[in-house]
T-cell receptor
Framework: AQKITQTQPGMFVQEKEAVTLDCTYD???????LFWYKQPSSGEMIFLIY??????QNATEGRYSLNFQKARKSANLVISASQLGDSAMYFC????????????FGAGTTVTVRA | DADVTQTPRNRITKTGKRIMLECSQT?????MYWYRQDPGLGLRLIYY???????NKGEISDGYSVSRQAQAKFSLSLESAIPNQTALYFC??????????????FGPGTRLTVT
């Protein structure tokens, strides 16, 4: 079964607007972590934000915030005030348990920011 | 200088050839990983290593082998390359002692084409 599901293959957003990228996950572990990575057209993978399963507050990093809804098993990424440089593919990933030996990745969502 | 480097960055090889992809890191991390990325599938784990004496298979290890020559070096080999091994390959590192999030840091990727 798919551990991470990203249902939006591609999205368009107007510059300066906010965009929400969906991510749902499947795990039976109580301890897990959720990550978002950005992959621009140059190909590198850039770590954006992390949410631990026991964290009570939603994670924020600058213009990135993670909307963590534990009961729904969702970890959506919100990018506020989109910039042209935000155009990229975004991956949601999960680490299960307290051992970080494996990340399970979703298929990714391509975001295109329009001027 | 980049913390995680991969060589070569691009490689075209023929079916049946042996090829080695190399990864080096200056982050001082213990844990190293090899992933492959295919369109629409996200990243999938090939092998991972906790230290030079601890190497483990990931979800798609068939057709691949690895060598952890030192804490800082982790090589991936394709013993007899086949066309469906054409992909973007990433090396990553992590160290939970340095970050409570256990995030992984990725190299720039190696684009491999098997003809």
């Amino acid at each position: 079964a798919q551990k991470i599901t990203q249902t939006q293959p591609g999205m368009f957003v107007q510059e300066k607007e906010a965009v929400t990228l969906d991510c749902t996950y499947d795990t039976s572990d109580q301890s897990y972590g959720l990550f978002w990575y950005k992959q621009p057209s140059s190909g590198e993978m850039i770590f954006l934000i992390y949410q631990g399963s026991y964290d009570e507050q939603n994670a924020t990093e600058g213009r990135y915030s993670l909307n963590f809804q534990k009961a729904r098993k969702s970890a959506n990424l919100v990018i506020s005030a989109s910039q042209l440089g935000d155009s990229a593919m975004y991956f949601c990933a999960m680490r299960e348990g307290s051992n970080d030996y494996k990340l399970s990745f979703g298929a990714g969502t391509t975001v295109t920011v329009r001027a | 200088d980049a913390d995680v480097t991969q060589t070569p960055r691009n490689r075209i090889t023929k079916t049946g050839k042996r090829i080695m992809l190399e990864c080096s890191q200056t982050k001082g991390h213990d844990r190293m990983y090899w992933y492959r990325q295919d369109p629409g599938l996200g990243l999938r784990l090939i092998y991972y290593s906790f230290d030079v004496k601890d190497i483990n298979k990931g979800e798609i290890s068939d057709g691949y082998s690895v060598s952890r020559q030192a804490q800082a070096k982790f090589s991936l080999s394709l013993e007899s390359a086949i066309p469906n091994q054409t992909a973007l390959y990433f090396c990553a590192t992590s160290d939970p002692r340095q970050s409570g999030a256990y995030e992984q840091y990725f190299g720039p990727g190696t684009r491999l084409t098997v003809t």
